[in-house]
C-alpha cells in the first residue's frame, strides 16, 4: 500500500496550500479526489497487493461481498456506454450527494451516502470536473445485489450546501474527516441505523473482513483506547503512510496511498478535529 498514485495535473498539490479561490474547480477536485476523498478507494480496480491498476482509474470493481450485500463500485469513468459519460453534471451531483441515479434508482452501501450529502457545492463541482478529466475506461461492471432492502431515498433533495473555509481549524477538519473523507464513517461502530454517530462518534470497533483476514478500526478519539497518547506527528504518518510508529504496516481498506497525498495543512486540521471529539472506550 506504499505506492503513491501519479498526479494528473501538475502543481496541483501544491496549489492545494494556497486559499480555494486561487485553485480552478479541476485543480481543486484533483486534490480531493488524489487526495482526501480517496473515491478510488472504492471505485478503482486493484492489484492482489491493494493497489489501483495503471490505466484503469476509476473504471469499477467488486467491492464487498458479504451477506447483506454484493456490491460493486460502478465504472465512474466519462465512457459513455458502461461509464457515465452521458450523465450531466447535475445528474452526477445528485447521484453522489443524493444517492439517486438519473433513472430515479437508489445507489446502496457502501457508498457512504449520508455523509456525502454534506459535500459542499463548489467541492461536488470540482469532483465532476476531475470525473470528466479521467481517460473514459470501457468496464462493464455487475450490477450489486442488495439481501437487505434499500430506502426510497436518503434524505430531502440537498438544497446548496456553503464552502467551509479552508485552514488548520477543527471545522475544516470536521467537514474532510466527515463529508469530504469518511473517516468517521470507517471508525464508528454500527449502530442499528448505520453507523452511532450521536453516541459513540469515532469510537472505532468497526470490523472489515477481505483477502487481509479481518482489520478493526482504530478508535480516534482522545481516549486511552484512542489517539491519547499518540502525537500530532505519530497520528499523521499513520494517517499519510499507513505505518505505525513502531514500523508495523497498518492493514486496508483505509485509503493510505489516497491520504499521502493530503496537504500536510489538511493532515493537522484532522487532527485538531479528532481531539475535540468526546474520548469514548473502544467498544468490546
Ligand atoms: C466505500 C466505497 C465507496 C466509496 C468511498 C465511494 N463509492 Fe461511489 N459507489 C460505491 C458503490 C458500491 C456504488 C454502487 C452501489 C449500488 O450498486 O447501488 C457506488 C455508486 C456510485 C455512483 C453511481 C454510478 C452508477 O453508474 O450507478 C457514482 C456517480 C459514485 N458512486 C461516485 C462516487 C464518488 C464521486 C465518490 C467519492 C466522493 C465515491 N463514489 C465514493 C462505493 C463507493
Ligand atoms: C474504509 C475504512 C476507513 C477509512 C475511510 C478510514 N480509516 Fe482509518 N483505519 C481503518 C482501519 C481498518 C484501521 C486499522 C488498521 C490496522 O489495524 O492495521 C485504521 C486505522 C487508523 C489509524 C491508526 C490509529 C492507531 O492508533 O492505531 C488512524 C490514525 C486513522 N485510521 C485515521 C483515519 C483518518 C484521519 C481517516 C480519514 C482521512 C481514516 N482513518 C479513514 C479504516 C478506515
Redesign the pocket.
Known amino acids: 500500500m506504499k505506492a503513491r498514485i501519479t498526479m494528473l495535473v501538475g502543481g496541483a498539490l501544491a496549489l492545494a496550500a494556497m486559499p480555494a479561490a486561487a485553485e480552478t474547480p479541476l485543480e481543486r477536485g484533483t486534490y480531493?479526489?488524489q487526495g482526501p476523498?480517496?473515491?478510488g478507494?472504492?471505485?478503482t480496480p486493484i492489484t492482489p497487493q491493494g493497489l489501483p491498476i495503471e490505466g484503469q482509474e476509476l473504471s469499477g470493481r467488486l467491492?464487498?461481498d458479504n451477506e447483506f450485500f454484493t456490491?460493486?463500485?460502478?465504472?465512474?469513468t466519462p465512457d459513455t456506454e458502461t461509464?457515465?459519460g452521458g450523465?450531466t453534471d447535475e445528474q452526477?451531483i445528485t447521484?453522489?450527494r443524493e444517492?439517486k441515479?438519473p433513472d430515479g434508482?437508489?445507489?446502496?452501501?457502501?457508498?457512504?451516502m449520508g455523509l456525502?450529502r454534506g459535500?459542499s457545492d463548489s467541492d461536488a463541482k470540482a469532483?465532476v470536473a476531475y470525473?470528466r478529466s479521467v481517460p473514459p475506461v470501457k468496464n462493464e461492471v455487475p450490477?450489486?445485489t442488495?439481501r437487505i432492502p434499500?430506502p426510497p431515498a436518503y434524505g430531502p433533495p440537498v438544497g446548496e450546501v456553503a464552502d467551509v473555509t479552508p485552514g488548520v481549524t477543527a471545522e475544516y477538519g470536521a467537514y474532510l474527516a466527515g463529508p469530504?473523507a469518511?473517516c468517521i464513517?470507517c471508525h464508528t461502530p454500527m449502530g442499528e441505523r448505520g453507523p452511532d454517530f450521536e453516541n459513540r462518534l469515532g469510537a472505532g470497533g468497526f470490523e472489515f473482513h477481505g483477502p487481509w483476514g479481518v482489520s478493526v478500526t482504530s478508535n480516534l478519539t482522545p481516549h486511552e483506547d484512542g489517539l491519547a497518547g499518540r502525537s500530532d506527528e505519530d497520528i499523521a504518518k499513520m494517517i499519510t503512510t499507513g505505518t505505525r510508529p513502531d514500523g508495523t504496516p497498518m492493514l486496508p481498506?483505509m485509503?493510505y496511498n489516497y491520504y499521502a497525498n493530503m496537504s500536510p495543512e489538511d493532515v493537522k486540521a484532522i487532527i485538531a478535529y479528532l481531539r475535540t471529539l468526546p474520548p469514548q472506550p473502544t467498544p468490546q
Not at 71 to 76: G, M, Q, S, V
Not at 105 to 112: L, R, T, V
Request: net charge neutral.
Open positions: 480531493l479526489m476523498a480517496a473515491c478507494n472504492c471505485h467491492v464487498e456490491a460493486y463500485a460502478p465504472n465512474i461509464g457515465i450523465w452526477i447521484a453522489i444517492g441515479r434508482s437508489i445507489i446502496g452501501p457502501p457508498m457512504p456525502y459535500i469532483i470525473l450490477k450489486s442488495y434499500l469530504v469518511h464513517e481498506p485509503g
